[in-house]
């Protein structure tokens, strides 16, 4: 999971406190503390069924204590600071957590589009088993072994450079096969 109970309270209390009053944040933190002890005390009630889309008691009450957590130090911190209201931009440890979690969804972004860019090649991919007469087969041999590769590396070099005209007509271009030639072309 890319955000704890910790992360969300952060960045709703940062959002929610803007602009408040050192009194709103005292009645946000009041709240919290009762919410919090309300589900804690769910928790242990016997009777607490969890439906089907009911959120999860324990999840929301490490919500709520993360919640209470949060308004108490933006409250500890107007009193700190002696600011009549909340201003993010004054909140050097919030401001510090929000660029945290910004450069964590970024990075989880740039991984998600690699990984959907990786399923899209892996879906362009062909693994072929591919059977040859015998002269052909001896012609391939010879070649990856005057090469240094494969019989399996001289076919994909040959493949790659695979061309198909308007008309459905195959052709390769003469090259010398080599691990340079391929690595040189990949770039």
């Known amino acids: 999971m890319i955000w704890t109970s910790e992360d969300v309270a952060r960045d709703q209390v940062r959002r929610q406190a803007a602009g408040l009053s ?12 009762v919410r919090e002890r309300e589900t804690r005390e769910e928790l242990r009630s016997p009777a607490t069924a ?26 500890a ?50 693994c072929a088993e591919v059977w040859l007469d015998a002269a052909a087969g001896r012609r391939v041999r010879a070649t990856a072994a005057r090469a240094g590769l494969t019989p399996q590396e001289i076919l994909a070099q040959l493949a790659g450079r695979m061309t198909v005209d308007d008309d459905g007509v195959v052709s390769v271009a003469p090259f010398t096969p080599g691990r340079t030639a391929v690595a040189s072309e990949e770039r």
């Open 22 to 33: 050192v009194r709103q944040v005292d009645q946000a933190g009041e709240t919290a503390v």
């Open 50 to 75: 969890i439906g089907e889309f009911a959120p999860d008691p324990e999840e929301l009450a490490a919500r709520w204590t993360a919640l209470l957590t949060e308004w108490r130090r933006v409250a």
């Open 77 to 126: 911190h107007l009193a700190a600071s002696g600011a009549g209201a909340y201003d993010t931009d004054q909140d050097e440890q919030g401001t510090a957590w929000a660029r945290e979690r910004e450069e964590r969804r970024a990075q989880a972004l740039r991984d998600r589009a690699a990984w959907a860019e990786q399923q899209r090649e892996k879906q362009d991919e062909l």
